[in-house]
T-cell receptor, first 117, second 112 residues
Framework: GENVEQHPSTLSVQEGDSAVIKCTYS??????FPWYKQELGKRPQLIID?????GEKKDQRIAVTLNKTAKHFSLHITETQPEDSAVYFC????????????????FGQGTILTVHP | SQTIHQWPATLVQPVGSPLSLECTVE??????LYWYRQAAGRGLQLLFY??????ISSEVPQNLSASRPQDRQFILSSKKLLLSDSGFYLC???????????FGPGTRLTVL
């Protein structure tokens, strides 16, 4: 099955700095990679996702890059703000033996991002 | 628009008692449905998924079971809770595979 490793487990930055979170995955068949943000006690919410047919995707201050050969993908947040403080999870779709996923996701262990004003 | 509900929001149960958590989705039909458990400070572990009524697949062996008696209703159950069943249980849905999963508000379960 799929294994997703996420680093770092905690990240502390000053407001205005950039933050980078990295994930590696094990199953080369995975082709969908979402990133979720979870505030304390709340539900996870999608912030950006990328499919294996592109190498980079950007949405305002957030970008994700994907290296299929190396099987890793990264989240980049620029000009961080205190409201970016949360736990961030990467995920990869989990493929069945027959090459389908039914939308199943394997999540990384999360990164606690703290942005200091 | 689509919404997803979970109840109860919090639950405290003694070891050995039964469990029933409910999840319902509104505003869509034939969604894929998922149950996750999140231990404190950890990632999300997929427990069950369903692609249709009465079609349930288990991802990990455990003390829990799931059922989908209606298209937009997903239930997580246990006959006898263990201490290790404590956690934050999240239901999620997606309109089709490999698209954004939308999570419910979650149920925080404490087994004493």
């Amino acid at each position: 099955g799929e294994n997703v490793e996420q680093h770092p487990s905690t990240l502390s930055v000053q407001e205005g700095d950039s933050a980078v979170i990295k994930c590696t995955y094990s199953d080369s068949a995975s082709n969908y990679f979402p990133w979720y943000k979870q505030e304390l006690g709340k539900r996870p919410q999608l912030i950006i996702d990328i499919r294996s047919n592109v190498g980079e995707k950007k949405d305002q201050r957030i970008a994700v890059t994907l290296n299929k050969t190396a099987k890793h993908f990264s989240l980049h947040i620029t000009e961080t703000q205190p409201e970016d403080s949360a736990v961030y999870f990467c995920a990869a779709n989990l493929m069945n033996a027959g090459g389908t996923s039914y939308g199943k996701l394997t999540f990384g262990q999360g990164t606690i991002l703290t942005v200091h004003p | 628009s689509q919404t997803i509900h979970q109840w109860p929001a919090t639950l405290v149960q003694p070891v050995g008692s039964p469990l029933s958590l409910e999840c319902t989705v509104e505003g869509t039909s034939n969604p894929n449905l998922y149950w996750y458990r999140q231990a404190a400070g950890r990632g999300l572990q997929l427990l069950f998924y369903s692609i249709g009524i009465d079609q349930i697949s288990s991802e990990v062996p455990q003390n829990l079971s799931a059922s989908r008696p209606q298209d937009r209703q997903f239930i997580l159950s246990s006959k006898k809770l263990l201490l290790s069943d404590s956690g934050f249980y999240l239901c999620a849905w997606t309109p089709r595979r490999d698209n954004e999963q939308f999570f419910g508000p979650g149920t925080r379960l404490t087994v004493l």
